[in-house]
């Protein structure tokens, strides 16, 4: 049973923008963190950005001023508002839903940013 779904990527050129969603059923969105990961080929999954079932926001250093973590309780999807991109922003991102007892991880969607 799938329960985070990932859409939005795309290879975009180098400074262009991207909108990532991750779509979840009801409970999961209420989960105490969501949040945003990516992995580049040969290197590890490293953390994006990350949002509080309170809204509170952490960010990667990397895409400080760049990239938007956001949250509709309405719609029960997350988003990641990439602006500025760069090349070394390509990489398979994947939401993440978290709580006590699970750790849930979606399929991905792959990012590529073209010099």
């Known amino acids: 049973q799938v329960q985070l779904v990932e859409s939005g990527g795309a290879t975009v050129q180098a400074g262009g923008s991207l909108r990532l969603s991750c779509a979840a059923s009801a409970s999961i969105f209420a989960s105490n963190v969501m949040g945003w990961y990516r992995q580049a080929p040969g290197k590890q999954r490293e953390l994006v950005a990350t949002?509080?079932?309170?809204?509170?926001?952490n960010y990667a250093d990397s895409v400080k001023g760049r990239f938007t973590i956001s949250r509709d309780n309405i719609k029960n999807t997350m988003y990641l508002q990439m602006d500025s991109l760069k090349p070394e922003d390509t990489g398979v991102y994947y939401c993440?839903?978290?709580?006590?007892?699970?750790?849930?991880w979606g399929q991905g969607t792959q990012v590529t940013v073209s010099s």
């Open positions: 993440n839903a978290r709580d006590m007892g699970y750790d849930l």
């Open positions: 949002i509080t079932s309170g809204s509170r926001l």
